[in-house]
T-cell receptor
Framework: GAVVSQHPSWVICKSGTSVKIECRSL??????MFWYRQFPKQSLMLMAT?????????EQGVEKDKFLINHASLTLSTLTVTSAHPEDSSFYIC??????????????FGPGTRLTVT | DAKTTQPNSMESNEEEPVHLPCNHS???????IHWYRQLPSQGPEYVIH???SNVNNRMASLAIAEDRKSSTLILHRATLRDAAVYYC?????????????FGTGTRLKVLA
């Protein structure tokens, strides 16, 4: 089946620094990738939709200048948390959507990246 | 965005069937119903999806109401490994986009 990977699986950084998280679709091309954030004991919150070759669409309340998303190819999207602060500490999850037309099962999720900002 | 409502938590005894309900009264005619589950510190895992007819796979069954305003995920014999948070999600052109909006989900506890 389709596999989505994330790198790194966990990262610790100091306040004020930037962190990049990669999301790759390993055996399929993803026209659209999604980024979610999940705080402890809470549900996943959609942050943005990333389409290959175009600007990401951010959900209301998500700072686009703080969470930079780049989707340069059909198999890679990156999320950069700029000037990270402790409140940005969270579990970040990406998903990849198969090409339109394949109805039904649409998204494949990555294993998540645990970010801790000290 | 179409929304779903699920009970916050449910319990089941091991080896017994579990019925996890989901209400989605605002579902559009072209929306698919997806179920995922999530273990702690892991990404969501696909369980099953359907449109109108009931669906079966090796993990579970999905029963969809005739008016499609509700559905039930059925785990035929719960095991300890089925303890997770289960999410019911709608997506499709009827929702406007294919993005997933996660609700609170149902935390399933399986008792040995």
């Amino acid at each position: 089946g389709a596999v989505v990977s994330q790198h790194p699986s966990w990262v610790i950084c100091k306040s004020g620094t930037s962190v990049k998280i990669e999301c790759r679709s390993l055996d399929f091309q993803a026209t659209t990738m999604f980024w979610y954030r999940q705080f402890p004991k809470q549900s996943l919150m959609l942050m943005a939709t990333s389409n290959e070759g175009s600007k990401a669409t951010y959900e209301q309340g998500v700072e686009k200048d703080k969470f930079l998303i780049n989707h340069a190819s059909l198999t890679l999207s990156t999320l950069t948390v700029t000037s990270a602060h402790p409140e940005d500490s969270s579990f970040y999850i990406c998903s990849a959507r198969v090409r339109p037309g394949l109805a039904g099962r649409e998204q494949y999720f990555g294993p998540g990246t645990r970010l801790t900002v000290t | 965005d179409a929304k779903t409502t699920q009970p916050n938590s449910m319990e089941s005894n091991e080896e017994e069937p579990v019925h996890l309900p989901c209400n989605h009264s605002t579902i559009s005619g072209t929306d698919y119903i997806h179920w995922y589950r999530q273990l702690p510190s892991q990404g969501p895992e696909y369980v099953i999806h359907g449109l109108t007819s009931n669906v079966n796979n090796r993990m579970a069954s999905l029963a969809i109401a005739e008016d499609r305003k509700s559905s039930t995920l059925i785990l035929h014999r719960a095991t300890l490994r089925d303890a997770a948070v289960y999410y019911c999600i709608l997506s499709g052109s009827g929702s406007g986009t294919y993005k997933y909006i996660f609700g609170t989900g149902t935390r399933l506890k399986v008792l040995a």
